[in-house]
Structures are given as C-alpha cells and as structure tokens.
C-alpha cells in the first residue's frame, strides 16, 4: 500500500527554467520564416533543492550534481506563427543531504510548448516539470509536479494563467 502526504512547495528550479526558456530562444533562433532542426544541449546541474520529506519528515536541502539534456525545436507556420517545444531530462543527477548525509538519486523531465502568432501574439506557453527523488530504505522518495500555462491574447492581455506546484511524501511499505 502506497501512501501520500501532499503538500504544496514553493521553491525555485533556476536550471530548469533557465533551460526550458533556453530551448525556445535556441528554437527561434533559426529565424521566423524557416523550420529549425532540433538543438540538443547538455547542461551541468549543481543546484541544492529543499525536500520536506527527508530527515524524517524535518526536511533537509539536499545538494545535486549530474547533467541535463535538452533538446527543442521550432517551426514556422504559414501564417506568420511560429511553434516550439523541448524537453529536457536528468542524466545521472545524484545528490547528499546537506544535514544527514544521506545519498539521492533524481529524476526529472520538463516538457515545453509554445505558440505565438504574428508579431509575438497571441501566445499559449505550457510547461509541465516532474522531478521524483529516491533514496534507499523506505519513506525517503518524494514526487514535485510543477504545471504552469499562460494565454495571451492578440491584443496583449493575460485570459488566462495559472501555476499549480505540488509535493507529495511517497510513503513505502517494507
């Protein structure tokens, strides 16, 4: 039986955002009137991330290091448009807590997709992060979703945004 305590969590991934806007600026930089072959990016990871699961549910800041692949691409459309995705993945991203010393290994996938019209608008951004962090023995994994989504319409003006960020203390059973 599988057991969870979810928990909302603010907090900041710097590299994964900064690579997933990466990915469209790399995306678009084959100009607005050509289809862009895919970009691929490896980037080093040295980040430190709060989990409140670790150290018996106190929470401890747990430090990683590894590498991250990108790859994106964009595409014109025949309207002036201009579309892109990416998505970027963990490889070997290994990481200590800084208080117990205790070894975690993370995995980590960030989708991104984006659509602008002619000119910049409208524009639809949808991005979809999942990082689920593992450790060995049981009641030490935990699960991060960040969702957010933006629409902006051709005069400029925000119809719609959220961002929906969740934690969840993935209980094991031995």
Same mark, same amino acid.
């Given at each position: 039986?599988?057991?969870?305590?979810?928990?909302?969590?603010?907090?900041?991934?710097? &590299?994964? !955002?900064? @690579? =997933? +806007?990466?990915?469209?600026?790399?995306?678009? *930089?084959? %100009?607005?009137?050509?289809?862009?072959?895919?970009?691929?990016?490896?980037?080093?990871?040295?980040?430190?991330?709060?989990?409140?699961?670790?150290?018996?549910?106190?929470?401890?800041?747990?430090?990683? &290091?590894? !590498?991250? @692949? =990108? +790859?994106?691409?964009?595409?014109?459309?025949? *309207?002036? %448009?201009?579309?892109?995705?990416?998505?970027?993945?963990?490889?070997?991203?290994?990481?200590?807590?800084?208080?117990?010393?205790?070894?975690?290994?993370?995995?980590?996938?960030?989708?991104?997709?984006? &659509?602008?019209?002619?000119? =910049?608008?409208?524009?639809?951004?949808?991005?979809?992060?999942?990082?689920?962090?593992?450790?060995?023995?049981?009641?030490?994994?935990?699960?991060?979703?960040?969702?957010?989504?933006?629409?902006?319409?051709?005069?400029?003006?925000?119809?719609?945004?959220?961002?929906? &960020?969740?934690?969840?203390?993935?209980?094991?059973?031995?």
């Amino acid at each position: 039986m599988r057991q969870s305590q979810h928990r909302n969590a603010r907090f900041r991934a710097p &590299t994964a !955002t900064m @690579l =997933g +806007v990466l990915g469209v600026v790399l995306g678009m *930089a084959a %100009g607005p009137s050509a289809s862009a072959a895919a970009t691929v990016i490896r980037v080093p990871v040295d980040s430190r991330l709060f989990l409140p699961c670790a150290n018996g549910g106190a929470g401890e800041v747990v430090h990683f &290091t590894g !590498t991250i @692949l =990108g +790859v994106s691409s964009g595409s014109a459309d025949g *309207a002036g %448009g201009f579309h892109s995705r990416s998505i970027e993945v963990e490889q070997g991203v290994k990481g200590i807590g800084e208080t117990t010393g205790r070894r975690y290994v993370e995995q980590f996938v960030n989708l991104f997709s984006s &659509t602008t019209g002619v000119g =910049g608008f409208p524009l639809v951004s949808t991005q979809q992060e999942i990082y689920r962090v593992n450790s060995a023995g049981p009641g030490f994994d935990s699960q991060i979703r960040i969702r957010n989504h933006t629409t902006i319409n051709a005069n400029g003006e925000v119809t719609v945004t959220f961002d929906d &960020t969740t934690m969840e203390c993935l209980a094991q059973t031995p």
